[in-house]
């Protein structure tokens, strides 16, 4: 499976006005999950490291800087499509909480703050919902999904 066509994910944290946990994700505006709120990240270039990757990607898709020693890698996620499988990928995912700047809407997505206790997981691909809050709680992740012929509901996990 390491022959999977490798992304990065990156999630950007903060305390709101009234000291609640916040994430930045943002709805997809085109390609790979159209529709759904996905964190922050996308392909990794020829030659290109995962960590190089997130910061690229954080910066094209919502102006924000970020830089490679303020992200902490959180695991590695592998997605299998067996019904499309040019969709199979494997994932690896970042989190910081210091980065500068004011997100800004760009052609992939447009970035909101959503309250962590609150997590719009219903409008997020399928297996966030069995990763993402405990990764957003500092635990570490390394999980394999399945995704049914639907293209959208995992059908197995490990």
């Known amino acids: ?21 916040q994430v930045l994700l943002g709805r997809k505006k085109k390609g790979l999950g159209l529709g759904n709120i996905v ?19 954080i910066e094209e898709e919502s102006g924000l800087t970020v830089v490679p020693e303020a992200l902490t890698p959180m695991g590695v996620l592998t997605y ?3 019904h499309k499988p040019t969709w199979s990928q494997r994932s690896n995912v970042f989190v910081t909480d210091r980065f500068s700047g004011i997100p800004r809407e760009s052609d992939e997505l447009n970035p909101e703050w959503f309250t962590i206790a609150q997590l719009p997981v219903d409008e997020m691909w399928d297996d966030a919902r069995h990763w993402l809050p405990g990764v957003l709680a500092g635990q570490r992740v390394e999980a394999t999904f399945t995704f049914g012929v639907d293209l959208a509901t995992v059908v197995a996990r490990g």
Not at 1 to 21: A, H, I, K, N, W
Not at 40 to 51: H, N, R
């Open 1 to 21: 499976m390491t022959d999977l066509p490798q992304v990065c994910v990156c999630y950007l944290t903060r305390l709101s006005e009234t000291g609640e946990p």
């Open 39 to 57: 964190g922050l990240g996308g392909k990794l270039e020829p030659g290109e490291s995962a960590l190089d990757a997130a910061v690229r990607e």
């Open 80 to 82: 299998l499509f067996p």
